[in-house]
């Protein structure tokens, strides 16, 4: 059994922002608003690779969020993190709203067919980030047969239930035909 504790991208690193070092946070959500510097957190680069950081200060700014991370006080130095995810311990992070989730909780799903309500013979394998929506990546469960990619939007993906784990696809037939 693992003590890793489960972490969850909740953010990814801009450009930075002014004179005094700050970066620009982009984030699907609120999530970085109910946090308070100073704090530690983790980075993973576009690799894979992960470090920590301290972050000196966090403030709103219109469509993002203007960090500050300890030891960097110019644009020049702070802009290596641009393209970094920034990533939480779950457990530190407010539950999701209803009809709320965290990506990352998708993965592993089953797919099934909200007009069926039968099994697609798929699984959620990855969420992908794109500037306009997450898109769903579906790998069969048999091992054989093509990945499908769906937007994460409401016209193509109903309810997700993480007890069950399953996840309901509208017209699953126009991903399969393309």
Known sequence: MSTKPSLVKVGVFGSSHGIKGFIKVFTEGETLSSL?????????????????IEIESIKSNGNHFLVKIKGYETPETVVKY???????????????????VYTEDLIGLETISKETRSSLGYKITDVI?????PILECK????A????????????????????????MIQWEQWIAL
């Open 82 to 100: 641009r393209g970094f995810s920034i990533l939480w311990k779950k457990e530190n992070l407010p539950k999701p709203q209803d009809g709320e």
């Open 129 to 133: 980030d794109n500037p306009a929506h």
């Open 145 to 168: 047969g093509e990945t499908i990619l769906v937007p994460f939007l409401n016209r193509f993906v109903g309810d997700w239930n993480l007890e069950a784990k399953t996840i309901e």
């Open 140 to 143: 069969p469960t048999s091992g």
């Open 36 to 52: 308070k510097a100073p704090t530690t957190c983790t980075i993973q680069d576009p690799l894979g690779n992960t470090t920590t």
